[in-house]
Structure formats: structure tokens, C-alpha cells
């Protein structure tokens, strides 16, 4: 395998259904329920989630931090996690520029603005499942555990950068990097996944109470 392997996978197929937003919404009003069966066949036709995937490897592990393809990332849990690694999985995802594109005509009333924005956050559940799934199909993995920069205090968002510059850029999938370290589009996800025997998810160790991504409970740290 290479070590310079990077996949883009665009148009990523997942299946968007209006229940999946509807339940998130709960809405009454039989209105309310036409314009936002309206936007959703809009959104469908702009909607092309994507990712790109970077293969990389482990050089170093230290007490604090971890260096992969050259590049270092300070996290002691980062570090933990890839003790015994030596390939590792970096991405980048998002519902794709154009549906961000989309979202921004609704920006001037509040209410469809929210409806937008929840629409574009469907589409990263899907993506992640169809990344887990490949990453283990692809690689021969069953299990896999992942860490993301900014989920957690000892892995800060300002890692954002390295993440980036071990992927070799975004530009090719649509999403760019602010200087607060956040994404555009603003429904983005990034992370490193990695080969696990036990069960690691960052919502473990994520007190935040109220996330609609919350994957499992927190159990402290």
C-alpha cells in the first residue's frame, strides 16, 4: 500500500429521507409540513456529500502526542490510542459546497434558516456510517475507533491545521478551513480513525449533554 494513498469519494450515495428530518422537527402545522416538503426535494438536488480519505502512518508515539507522516499532533489520548498502530485513516467529509450554497438563501427568515441547516446535518450520519463501513470493508478491520480534533480537551480544535495538511488539502472536495479552525460548510467532519480492539468513541468522554450526534453515553473520564 501506498504511503501517500489519498481517496476522494464524491457524491457519496446516502440515503436521504424525509422522516429522518421530520423526527428531528416534530412539526404540526400542516403548512409548516408543505414548505418543508418544498425545501427538502430542493435540498436532495443539491445535496452530494463527500470525503476525502488519507492513508498515513505512525512514526513516533510519545507521552504527549503522536507523529504521523512526519507531522505532530499534541494529544496523550491521540498518543494511547495509536500505541500500537501503524496505519492510521485521516478525513474530511461535508454535505458538500453546494448545499451550503443552498442554505444561504435562506438565511433572512430564522425558521427556514434552522430548517436548512438540520437538512444539511442529516447527511453527516450517513456519511460517517459509509466511511466506517469502507474503512473496515476496504482495510479488512472489525474494529475501528476514531478521534476527532476539537471533540475533546486534550485533542483542541486549533490541531485542525495538521489534520488538513495530512490530508493534502480540501480544496478538491469543497471544504476550506477557517482561521477560528472551523469548517466550510458548516455540516463538516474531520477526524483520524484507526485500528482498535476495544470499542473508542469520543463521546465517551464528551460531557457536552445536549448533541444530536451523540453516538454513545458519556462515561466520564
Known sequence: MERNERI????VGVNLELAD???RLYPEDGDDKTRIEE??????????????????YVDEVSDDGVT????FFKSGLLAENLKYSHMVFAYVGSCSAEAEEWSHKYTNDPIESY????????????LIMYLDN?????????KIGVMNPGSLEDWPISEQPKLFELIGGTDDIGVRLEPSFLMIPTKSVSGIYFST????????MCPR???QNRRVPFEGV
Open 8 to 11: 476522494v469519494c464524491e457524491d
Open 21 to 23: 428530518f421530520i423526527d
Open 39 to 56: 425545501m427538502w426535494e430542493e435540498f436532495k438536488q443539491v445535496a452530494k456529500p463527500r470525503l476525502v480519505l488519507k492513508i498515513a
Open 68 to 71: 504521523i507522516n512526519g507531522i
Open 115 to 126: 430548517w436548512a441547516n438540520i437538512m444539511k446535518e442529516v447527511t453527516i450520519g450517513p
Open 134 to 142: 469502507k474503512i473496515k470493508s476496504d482495510y479488512g478491520l472489525q
Open 197 to 204: 480492539d476495544k470499542d473508542w468513541i469520543n463521546c465517551r
Open 209 to 211: 449533554k445536549v448533541c
